[in-house]
């Protein structure tokens, strides 16, 4: 085990100490791509009130790939950002249906991490963020989410480099992650990042992290 995958293992465990380890949860592999695009440069709350809102207009991920734009934009707009996710949706649609023969990506089911990456590659607007929650939380696979929560906390616990993307961090930690522990990390840390570790202002007294954080020890 590299010494990153034992700093990780150190920081699981602590944080599962806190919050408890949160329990895995499947979903359609398709159905958190979209949520995904539509969690994009927006709080979950709004997200999730817009992936809501299209599932009660549509059917069917058929019917939103045959729907008019301006229909689509109207179910999604509590997440903002209507226009271009709207755009986004009907693109992976589109391209979904032609790599796979219709609106699923079932065939990510049984694969390696490697592999159901490789599948998802070229998707249009799929980043290595969208990718790795579809892959986590739909296929039970140890990919490693970086969002703006987890991009903030590994660079001040000093896990990457301070001026390292969200790419970045993305590439160097999930191979360290312990796959046992890929989901309660990620979705401890978000926990963490919300009531704790603040862009501004965070509450480090309070935090379990702090004796293994420098930007704890210098605040």
């Known amino acids: 085990m590299s010494r990153l995958s034992q700093r990780l293992s150190v920081i699981a465990e602590r944080l599962s100490g806190a919050y408890g380890r949160p329990r895995p949860r499947r979903s359609d592999p398709l159905s958190e791509l979209i ?44 997440g903002g950002l209507a226009r271009i ?14 790599r796979e023969g219709g609106y699923h990506l079932r065939s990510l089911r049984g694969l390696s991490l490697a592999a159901a990456r490789e599948r998802l590659l070229g998707l249009p607007g799929v980043g290595p963020k969208t990718r790795a929650c579809v892959l986590l939380f739909a296929c039970g696979l140890p990919a490693f989410p970086v969002d703006t929560h987890v991009h903030r906390i590994v660079r001040r616990l000093g896990l990457v480099d301070e001026r390292a993307s969200a790419e970045a961090a993305h590439a ?12 309660d990390l990620h979705l401890n840390l978000i ?21 293994l954080c420098p930007h704890a020890a210098s605040a």
């Open 35 to 78: 949520e995904t695009v539509l969690s994009q440069n927006t709080s979950d709350v709004n997200s999730g009130r817009a992936f809501r809102s299209l599932r009660a207009a549509f059917p069917s991920w058929t019917a939103v790939a045959r729907a008019r734009p301006a229909a689509i934009e109207r179910a999604i707009r509590p």
């Open 85 to 98: 996710k709207s755009r986004r949706i009907r693109l992976v649609l589109r391209a979904v249906r032609e």
């Open 172 to 183: 160097r930690l999930e191979p360290a992650v312990p796959p046992s522990r890929a989901l």
């Open 191 to 211: 926990r963490l990042g919300r009531e704790l570790c603040r862009p501004r202002a965070p509450r480090c007294e309070r935090c379990p992290l702090r004796r």
